[in-house]
């Protein structure tokens, strides 16, 4: 009997690079999984060195369920405990040298995938096909089989060789997605800034999400939403 598309696990295939901006990658993944979407998660050897400085937490192989509880309660402001950290069942953990792995291959179901955030080298990586670890290759799998591919790029300024790589990967089919976070939507703390970003990867590939106030053409909706912009820090979704 063949096998239903209802019971064929498709995962949204999520990558960290080693840029700053883990708290995208975290918002990101709660949303997701809030979703009842089905996540693949590979973390580059780079991230977690951003990771370990930007949230104290160290992520290994071997205990990445509760590293990544850890890290998916913590807030953008670094606060531990701030969220209820999702339940894991329906992520999957990839480790970045492992080129053996499900998504190195084109055979392997995946919806698509979303690089949150991408440092400049993986942007290199990804534009020249290197496929120097399982991120990179798998970033390739995506545009080679038409998924679609999300490049949250987190660095400014940007050189010439980096716009001119990122224009390569618009031309292959990639969403470029500078992570630039945008005030309309009424944000009072840190964290409303970063789910914009993450809301906004999310809108490229069409998952429903509230992580942030959509514009609906009335001027000062921001403010009025938050008593003229003052207000407690945004709630966890």
């Known amino acids: 009997m063949e096998q239903s598309e209802k019971t064929t696990r498709r995962p949204w295939i999520v990558g960290v690079s080693g840029a700053s901006g883990t708290p995208y990658a975290a918002s990101l993944l709660r949303a997701l999984l809030a979703a009842g979407e089905s996540v693949d998660l590979v973390v580059s050897r780079a991230s977690r060195l951003t990771l370990l400085d930007e949230t104290g937490i160290a992520f290994r192989d071997a205990h990445w369920r509760d590293d990544l509880a850890q ?37 392997y ?22 496929s120097k670890d399982l991120l990179q290759r798998t970033a390739s799998v995506t545009l080679k089989e038409g998924r679609p591919l999300v490049v ?31 005030f309309y939507a009424g944000a009072v703390h840190i964290q409303d800034l970063v789910d914009f970003v993450a809301g906004r990867a ?7 999400h509230g992580l942030y106030r959509r514009w609906d053409g ?4 921001g403010r009025e939403q938050h008593g003229g912009g003052v207000g407690p820090p945004s709630a966890a979704p």
Request: with cysteine; aromatic share 4%.
């Open 202 to 208: 999310l809108d490229a590939v069409g998952v429903r």
């Open 109 to 130: 179901p995946a919806r698509g995938m979303i690089i949150v955030p991408a440092s400049t080298a993986c942007v290199a990586g990804v534009a020249l096909g290197l």
């Open 152 to 182: 949250a790029v987190r660095e400014t300024p940007l050189s010439g060789q980096t716009l001119r790589q990122l224009v390569a990967l618009d031309e292959a089919g990639a969403v470029v997605l500078p992570a630039s976070p945008a």
């Open 71 to 107: 890290w998916l309660a913590r807030g953008a402001d670094g606060k531990p405990d701030a969220f209820d950290p999702p339940p894991l069942d329906e992520v999957r953990y990839w480790a970045a040298g492992d080129l053996a792995a499900g998504p190195s291959s084109g055979s």
């Open 218 to 221: 009335s001027l000062g909706g």
